[in-house]
């Protein structure tokens, strides 16, 4: 692979498993290095794969191209600066960091050294969901889109005492595939988050948000992770109403439509993580810009804030609110 983009990636616990494989099956990219602060656990992940680990990017002396940050959401921040700092362009996890504070910081840093800071939405890559998202456009000016997301998972640990699991801890991936699907941001948030009284959580495991996005247009999130039973897919059930007809995706494979549009035709591209990879590499080779990259995508992480913040308050949250307090 000569002309592959070489990668350190920064992470090695079960997500950083799981990107270690789709690094090793790209013919894109190369792995130069692993780095973890717990470095024995770096060295048994970087095993099957036969490359050098260090505990920081700054203690791996290898020749790279790219960062891939595999790391848990509070060390984005710090990691994804270091890269950058160091003159390497950066693939981060979601979500580009705990806070909207933070990610403005990163995207400073991105512009200051002219880095690319691309964060992994990996559900954009499903093919069902692309042409869900062709589908769509294809009906038109856009009035509605809603969301259910029903699951009853067990997590156990953080998740059952976090004050909002649902909205903190998921709903970002139903949020930013909003965004995508109308090919704009919101402009405000009207939310209520509630726990139903046989929840196994200690926090708000259900919400019902409205979001106002700036054609008009409309966003319903209705979500639970304590709704066993006829559960949804992980990805939640679509429906977009638009002035031409309507297009339903169940999540997973799925597709229907009505309207004076043609048939339906999934692609054959590479999926979730690989699709999020291949499309970093793409831009750094190319020149263009992600979809979402950071100063984008920081407003996936705005609508999570604004929806949090609706739901304590029992109040209408305008979006701009949550960036302009995020650089007080």
């Known amino acids: 692979m000569s002309n592959a983009i070489r990668v350190v990636q920064v992470g090695a616990g079960a997500m950083g498993q799981a990107w270690l494989r789709a690094i090793d099956a790209s013919p894109d990219v190369e792995l130069a290095g692993l780095v973890d602060l717990d470095v ?36 984005h921040r710090p990691v994804s600066v270091e890269a950058m700092r160091l003159g390497l362009p950066v693939l981060c996890e979601k979500p580009i960091a705990p806070t909207v504070a933070e990610a403005l910081e990163m995207i400073r840093v991105s512009a200051e050294t002219g880095q690319l800071l691309m964060i992994s939405q990996s559900r954009r890559y499903y093919n069902a969901f692309i042409e869900f998202r062709r589908l769509a456009g294809a009906l038109g000016t856009i009035g509605l889109v809603s969301c259910e997301f029903l699951k009853a998972p067990r997590f156990g640990g953080f998740r059952d005492e976090m004050a909002e699991p649902l909205l903190v801890d998921m709903a970002i991936h139903q949020f930013d595939a909003a965004r995508a699907l109308l090919g704009e941001d919101p402009l405000s948030v009207y939310c209520e988050s509630y726990n139903p009284p046989w929840s196994w959580y ?9 979001f106002e996005f700036a054609s008009g247009a409309r966003f319903v999130f209705n979500g639970s992770w304590c709704s066993p039973g006829l559960e949804t897919s992980w990805n939640g059930s679509w429906r977009v109403s638009a002035e031409h007809g309507s297009a339903t995706w169940d999540g997973d494979h799925a597709l229907a439509v009505e309207g004076p549009i043609g048939g339906i035709e999934l692609g054959d591209e590479p999926e979730e993580l690989a699709g999020s990879l291949r499309e970093f590499v793409h831009c750094l080779r190319t020149g263009e810009t992600p979809g979402t990259e950071a100063s984008r995508n920081v407003h996936s992480l705005a609508m999570v804030e604004a929806a949090v913040l609706s739901a304590t308050e029992r109040r209408r949250v305008v979006i701009a609110e949550i960036l302009a307090a995020a650089t007080a």
Not at 202 to 210: F, L, S
């Open 202 to 210: 200690d926090g708000n495991a259900a919400a019902n948000a409205v």
């Open 40 to 75: 024995e656990v770096a060295r048994a992940a970087a095993t099957p794969y036969d490359v050098p680990v260090a505990a920081t990017l700054s203690q791996l002396d290898v020749p790279a191209d790219a960062v891939v940050n595999v790391t848990v959401p509070p060390a």
